[in-house]
Nanobody
Framework: QVQLVESGGGLVQAGGSLRLSCAASGRTFSNYAMGWFRQAPGKEREFVATISGGGATTYYTDSVKGRSTISRDNAKNTVYLQMNSLKPEDTAVYYC?????????????????WGKGTLVTVSS
């Protein structure tokens, strides 16, 4: 089992920045690809970004590419999502995800471990 706890959400004005963190426990952190998904009100949960166990490979959804950076610190068992130039449409609950396969971690159905989420609200 892997336990995931997100933090760093909050209210920010459009154009601002936030850094989300996800602390993991339970298994060898570097063995897992890590990712972020989000779910806006009334919408399906969607993929945002993912990073391989060693950090060398990352993927992003097109809507955040160039504005967001996923990173990880394996010594701290933590993955981060730095989000810049935030837009109102980025408003959502952001969920941390973990799994053994980075490609499977790009779809909701491929995620074996989820955090409980942290709310990001971007005001216009």
């Amino acid at each position: 089992q892997v336990q995931l706890v997100e933090s760093g959400g909050g209210l920010v004005q459009a154009g601002g920045s936030l850094r989300l963190s996800c602390a993991a426990s339970g298994r060898t952190f570097s063995n897992y690809a890590m990712g972020w998904f989000r779910q806006a009100p009334g919408k399906e949960r969607e993929f945002v970004a993912t990073i391989s166990g060693g950090g060398a490979t990352t993927y992003y959804t097109d809507s955040v590419k160039g504005r967001s950076t996923i990173s990880r610190d394996n010594a701290k068992n933590t993955v981060y999502l730095q989000m810049n130039s935030l837009k109102p449409e980025d408003t959502a609950v952001y969920y941390c995800a973990a799994g053994g396969n980075i490609n499977l971690l790009r779809v909701t159905g491929g995620v074996p471990y989820w955090g409980k989420g942290t709310l990001v609200t971007v005001s216009s």
